[in-house]
């Protein structure tokens, strides 16, 4: 069962980090294209089918199954000290989340305030926080 859930969580996590990397790439171009526009519109539309159809079902999926696969190894995992720093980091992955549906909703109300340039570089951000995630699962250095 457990190569099960483990599989999975591993699915779930990679459909969420593909909308978590494309959903800030959107924001630049949304970022630069008019208020009203065609163009503006469709960004809408696709940021939104995005969020609410890939990237949130694709987070509640990672976390039920990481959550899963916590009961299925036992209490005796928070021993080790790489799952609390992966947990902090899937904690703040998924405070980002929050973050970029936070976004999303300004630039549905035409509300949005920031530049090209900041989503630029915070489409870093996920990258950066699954990398750490990554070593921890897989180096476990503690």
């Known amino acids: 069962m457990l190569e099960w859930v483990k599989a ?5 996590v990679i459909a969420w980090m593909a909308g978590m990397l494309y959903l800030p790439r959107l924001f630049v ?7 009203g526009s065609v163009q503006s519109e469709t960004f809408k ?15 509640v999926a990672t976390w039920l199954f990481g959550l899963w696969m916590i009961h299925l190894y036992g209490m ?13 980091f899937v904690v703040a992955l998924s405070g980002f989340h929050g973050f970029l549906g936070r976004t999303l909703k300004a630039f549905a109300k035409d509300e949005n ?3 090209a340039k900041f989503y630029r ?3 870093e951000v996920p ?16």
Do not use: Q
Not at 8 to 12: A, K, Q, R, T, W
Not at 45 to 59: D, G, K, Q, W
């Open 8 to 12: 999975l969580h591993v699915i779930s």
């Open 29 to 35: 171009y949304h970022a630069d294209a008019e208020i």
């Open 113 to 115: 305030k920031r530049e």
């Open 121 to 123: 570089a915070i489409n």
């Open 45 to 59: 539309v696709m940021e939104r089918r995005l969020y609410r159809a890939i990237t949130t079902p694709a987070m």
């Open 76 to 88: 005796g995992l928070f021993a080790m000290g790489w799952i609390w720093v992966k947990l902090g």
């Open 127 to 142: 990258t950066v926080i699954m990398i750490v995630i990554v070593i921890m699962v897989i180096v476990k250095p503690f």
